[in-house]
Antibody, heavy 117, light 108 residues
């Protein structure tokens, strides 16, 4: 059974870089034809796609965040990671890692990241 | 960017009733790459429908999706108590992937 688990700091200071890692179990990132992505949800609000990556390293991002986002993959650890730089309070959200197939068919439980000094 | 507009914002219905949720796209969604999700408080979204009308694994057949082009609909034929939640549509046919603002289905 596929499981995704986000990990990383729950608090980040303004202007710093938010870093999260998603550990995938139950499937190999490099053995399947899926993209692996990050989606966020500010408290009480809707969903926003951040970006996605293929096991080969090919990635694409939401233009609204592209200048601040980087997603990488480590197939040896079966993990992929998110870095979001120069964060502000508007980046406070629950961050989900997910598998993209036809739609997003598997989600992590989500991790709340709060930007605060 | 394809903007998805969901309506209504809130749907107040009783268990056993039929729910009809709308998702309208600002431009045609490529190959009907449109998905629907259900989200309950404190939980991650769950995929219900993909490719506009295909049910995801384990989704009851009271959930159905239809539509093409710019107009899509999620129908819940008879609401069960566990169906009261927020529903989102998403297009994944073109980048950036985008979500609608959500429709809350609440108990009347």
């Amino acid at each position: 059974q596929l499981q995704l688990q986000e990990s990383g700091p729950g608090l980040v200071k303004p202007s710093e870089t938010l870093s999260l890692t998603c550990t995938v179990s139950g499937d190999s990132i490099s053995s399947s034809n899926y993209y692996w992505g990050w989606i966020r949800q500010p408290p009480g609000k809707g969903l926003e796609w951040i970006g996605s990556i293929y096991y080969s390293g090919s990635s694409y991002y939401n233009p609204s965040l592209k200048s601040r986002v980087s997603i990488s993959v480590d197939t040896s650890k079966n993990q992929f990671s998110l870095k979001l730089s120069s964060v502000t309070a508007t980046d406070t959200a629950v961050y989900y890692c997910a598998r993209q197939a036809a739609g997003v068919d598997n989600w992590g439980q989500g991790t709340l990241v709060t930007v605060t000094s | 960017e394809i903007v998805l507009t969901q309506s209504p914002d809130t749907l107040s219905l009783s268990p056993g009733e039929r729910a009809t949720l709308s998702c309208r796209a600002s431009q045609s969604v490529s190959s009907s790459y449109l998905a629907w999700y259900q989200q309950k408080p404190g939980q991650a979204p769950r995929l219900l429908i993909y490719s506009a009308s295909s049910r995801a694994t384990g989704i009851p057949d009271r959930f159905s999706g239809s539509g093409s082009g710019t107009d899509f609909t999620l129908t819940i034929s008879r609401l069960e108590p566990e169906d009261f939640a927020v529903y989102y549509c998403q297009q994944y046919g073109s980048s950036p992937l985008t979500f609608g603002g959500g429709t809350k289905v609440e108990i009347k």
